[in-house]
């Protein structure tokens, strides 16, 4: 016989019958109803996660009380998600699953500058910075330069390459942390000039010296955290998304070297490749020649950016593919 459900005809005759459920077919049971779905990767995923979710139930015994918490705790970190807040993108991120899926889709060659997390704080409105200019307002926090060059694995310039970054102030917080945000501040966009080489300063409006600060702890991520006894900072950190015709884009952030909470990171997202040194450089005349406001010192920053092209991008995550599979 048939069944109407809304405009789809269901004929239930092909249906497979999965009336006898207990803890060792039912989830076979979910395997055969979902094997009616035509798209095979979406098939291959599904079956794959209620086969692990069904395991780790059984494995764990969990009770029902055990899973209502867990359902509570889904529908809450939705509830806390706003236009500028993703609170599911910061239960991925310190579950660690945000970085392995970073890891296992964004492999680079070797010497390709390497890809980490983007984080819940991105936005779309940054404005567009000329070279040598400013991400953040004057009084945001000290001094900083950033600058570097662009360049492929062979060592080429890379002139146009956008760079969007984007970074916290001096007190730790992200603009759209704040509830009277009315524009961007603390990020922009700088394009990489004809030698590849790109710079930005630190305030006025600049980037500031980035500092660790804690990831949100006002919603549900944050009683997860404090129930497993972990921490909720992230070390100091300036993030980094690059985009270049010809090249793979890349997602990245470089990390201060002396940061205390560079090896405990709350979200797992620092590689030794991106922890790096600043210098201090207190000459006034060179803070003034940067364009800095203030005769100060300032924080200095040098990173060289290395994309590598789709093709050594495939190559490499098949590599990796490959790795990891087998271990």
């Known amino acids: 016989m048939s069944q109407t459900n809304g405009k789809d005809n269901i004929d239930t005759s092909k249906l497979p019958n999965v009336m006898n459920m207990t803890a060792s077919t039912i989830t076979e049971n979910v395997h055969r109803i979902n094997e009616t779905c035509p798209d095979e990767r979406t098939r291959f995923i599904f079956k794959s996660m209620v086969q692990h979710l069904h395991d780790f139930v059984r494995e764990t015994s969990l009770t029902t009380e055990e899973w209502m918490t867990t359902i509570n705790f889904l529908t809450a970190v939705g509830q806390k998600c706003t236009d500028l807040r993703q609170e599911f993108i910061l ?31 991105f936005t779309e409105d940054a404005h567009d910075v000329e070279s040598g200019g400013s991400i953040a307002s004057e009084g945001k926090g000290d001094y900083m330069y950033v600058y570097g060059k662009v360049a492929d694995t062979k ?30 501040e603390c990020r922009g966009r700088i394009q990489s000039q004809a030698d590849g080489t790109y710079s930005y300063r630190a305030v006025v409006p600049a980037s500031v010296r980035p ?3 804690p990831i949100p702890d006002d919603g549900p991520v944050g009683t997860m955290l404090t129930q497993l006894n972990r921490h909720i900072y992230r070390p100091a950190h300036i993030h980094m998304m690059i985009k270049a015709k ?82």
């Open 91 to 121: 239960l991925s991120d310190t579950l660690g699953v945000s970085t392995l899926v970073d890891i296992i889709n964004n492999a680079k060659p070797p010497g390709a500058t390497e890809a980490t997390v983007l984080g819940p704080f």
């Open 211 to 213: 500092v660790a600060y």
């Open 246 to 327: 010809g090249y793979e884009d890349l997602t990245t952030a470089l990390y201060l070297k002396n940061d205390k909470f560079l090896g405990s990171d709350a979200v797992f997202g620092v590689k030794s490749s991106l922890a790096v040194d600043l210098e201090y450089v207190k000459d006034v005349e060179v803070s003034k020649a940067r364009g800095f406001p203030q005769a100060k010192p300032h924080h200095v920053l040098h990173y060289d950016i290395i994309l590598a092209t789709p093709e050594e991008g495939a190559k490499a995550r098949e590599k990796s593919k490959a790795t990891w599979a087998n271990s």
């Open 155 to 184: 060592g080429n310039p890379i002139p146009g390459a956008t760079i969007d970054t984007w970074e916290t102030d001096g007190h730790g917080l992200y603009d759209n942390q704040y509830p009277n945000r009315d524009g961007p």
